[in-house]
Structures are given as C-alpha cells and as structure tokens.
C-alpha cells in the first residue's frame, strides 16, 4: 500500500485549476514603497494604479534596483500579472493610490520559495 498523499503543493495542477480564493488591498506608495505579503500562494494579481498622472512599478523582490527588473504601470492604468508569488512590491516617485486584486490558492505561502535570479533581481 502507498503512503503517498496527495495535497496542494507549488507544482500541483490542481491547485491552480480551480477558482481563487479573494485577496485585495488598497493604500498608498510612500518614496519607500509598500510590501503586500500574501497568506497563500496567488494565482493571478491585478494591480490598478489609482493615480491620473504618475506611474509605479511592480517587483518581486527587494533586491530589484535595475529598471528592466520592474513593471511599470502608468497612471489610470492596470497591469495582470498570471503568475505564483507570496509577496508583491509597489514603489513610485511620489505618493499615490493603489488597488490590488489577488486570486489566492490554496497553497500555504511558506511553500513558495523566494523569486530571484534573472529577470528577477538582475
């Protein structure tokens, strides 16, 4: 008999097949930018920049100086991101609104390792 059970996981189809669970949050982008950890691994974010005039960027690391490395979001303007992550990164040059929409698995954030490496963080 097999003792393998079978559970949400980062590589488990399933868990992502199946709808999301909600996660939003709105605030404001100080000069030292904003840090949205997540409880469960996301599906898919929608980051809507609520601001007519500035953009923000978009990362998914700390460590993410180099431009090519980060979205940028215009003003008045939203950006999909399909993609699993715990954490989320919004800066701009000046202090503005945004909205974030995440659909959430059911795939417990400490499983998810840390994004890096090209593309990422150089």
């Not at 690391?61 to 954490?87: A, E, L, W």
């Amino acid at each position: 008999m097999s003792s393998f059970i079978y559970s949400v996981g980062i590589n488990n189809v399933g868990s992502y097949q199946v709808s999301g669970r909600p996660f939003c949050a709105t605030g404001s982008i100080s000069n030292t930018g904003v840090k949205i950890s997540f409880p469960d691994v996301t599906k898919q974010l929608i980051v809507l920049n609520q601001n007519a005039t500035d953009s923000m960027q978009v990362y998914f690391h700390v460590d993410s100086p180099d431009p090519s490395c980060r979205y940028t979001i215009n003003g008045g303007k939203q950006m999909t991101f399909n993609m699993k992550c715990k954490q989320v990164y919004l800066s701009s040059s000046n202090n503005i609104g945004y909205t974030l929409y995440a659909s959430l698995t059911g795939i417990p954030a400490a499983r998810m390792y840390d994004l890096t490496g090209s593309g990422i963080t150089s």
